[in-house]
């Protein structure tokens, strides 16, 4: 899912772009293992899109410890939180993700 103004505004407000700002290059490394991922497991031919990485990036955002104890001590209960930082993630790491691949 895209991340958008509102998706934005809601990470904003929660403190967690500026979480994910003093960590940038740990979370562009995550999101490119699952770019990685996804590129040797879908089909040679077929374009990855940002969707695409949800799924695995999600997957090692949840069981993320520093994010895990930013979430708790700011008292951001829910999965939604997690799958607005992916979108966050995706969104602001894209471009160096993909390089020439897209």
Known sequence: MALTLDKEQRLQ???LIEFFETDKE???SVA????????RDFPKDAVIRRDDL??????VVEV??????????NRLRGKFW???FVDLIVDRTWDE?????Q
């Open 13 to 15: 407000d929660a403190g």
């Open 26 to 28: 740990m979370w562009a």
């Open 32 to 39: 490119k293992h699952a770019h990685g991922f996804t590129r």
């Open 54 to 59: 949800i799924k695995p990036l999600l997957s």
């Open 64 to 73: 993320n410890e520093a994010l895990r104890d930013f979430l708790n001590e």
């Open 82 to 84: 997690k799958e607005l």
């Open 97 to 101: 993700v993909t390089g020439d691949d």
